[in-house]
């Protein structure tokens, strides 16, 4: 997150923890996409690939736990 926000000239916010909601975090859409971009690129799968995540994640912890979770499922 800290890369991207530099990338796109977006400040993260100083207390960045697992209850930061992710619209909250700094980043804009952009640099949200590209946060799960890269998420997607090193862990080599989407959990949002087949529509199957449900509701999308609001906060750091709901992310990380939607990519935990996915990879259970592979």
């Given amino acids: 997150m800290e890369e991207v926000a530099a990338q796109t000239g977006n400040d993260l916010v100083a207390d960045l923890n697992p209850a930061t909601n992710l619209q909250e975090?700094?980043?804009?859409s952009l640099g949200l996409a590209?946060?799960?971009?890269?998420?997607d690129e090193t862990l080599g799968y989407s959990p949002f690939h087949d529509?199957?995540?449900?509701?999308?994640?609001?906060?750091?912890a709901e992310l990380i736990s939607l990519y935990r979770h996915a990879d259970d499922d592979r």
């Fill in 25 to 28: 975090s700094g980043l804009d």
């Fill in 34 to 39: 590209m946060v799960v971009g890269r998420m």
């Fill in 51 to 60: 529509g199957s995540c449900g509701e999308l994640p609001h906060t750091l």
